[in-house]
């Protein structure tokens, strides 16, 4: 059974840093590209980072460009996503989620799998 054990989420004051992590479990990401998805309250879910495996891609939403790292090691079979500087504005379920192997997508509608959701609060 395809399952995605999510980490790392919590309580954090403006211009700190979290590190998200997805672990996989019943699958291998060595199969899947993975991405990064939040959803603040009374907001549409946005895609905010993907990494491929296949001509590995990274790509990144405009709103945490230069901010967010997404990364992946295959051998702990785990993603990850490194959050700096984070703002109020970054307050949100953070899922992580897998798509086909050559995909590095922001569009849900292209997400295969997803992970039940971790949540990140920014405030002081």
């Known amino acids: 059974q395809l399952k995605f054990v999510e980490s790392g989420g919590g309580l954090v004051q403006p211009g700190g840093s979290l590190r998200l992590s997805c672990a996989a479990s019943?699958?291998?990401?060595?199969?899947?590209?993975v991405a990064w998805f939040r959803q603040a309250p009374g907001k549409e879910r946005e895609g905010i980072a993907c990494h491929n495996t296949e001509r590995p891609t990274i790509k990144y939403a405009d709103s945490v460009k230069g901010r967010f790292i997404i990364s992946r090691d295959n051998a702990k079979n785990t993603a990850y996503l490194q959050m700096n500087s984070l703002q109020p504005e970054d307050t949100a379920i953070y899922s992580c989620?897998?798509?086909?192997?050559?995909?590095?997508?922001?569009?849900?509608?292209?997400?295969?799998?997803w992970g039940q959701g971790n949540q990140v609060t920014v405030s002081s």
């Open positions: 019943g699958f291998s990401w060595d199969y899947y590209g």
């Open positions: 989620a897998a798509a086909g192997i050559l995909d590095c997508t922001l569009d849900a509608s292209q997400v295969l799998y």
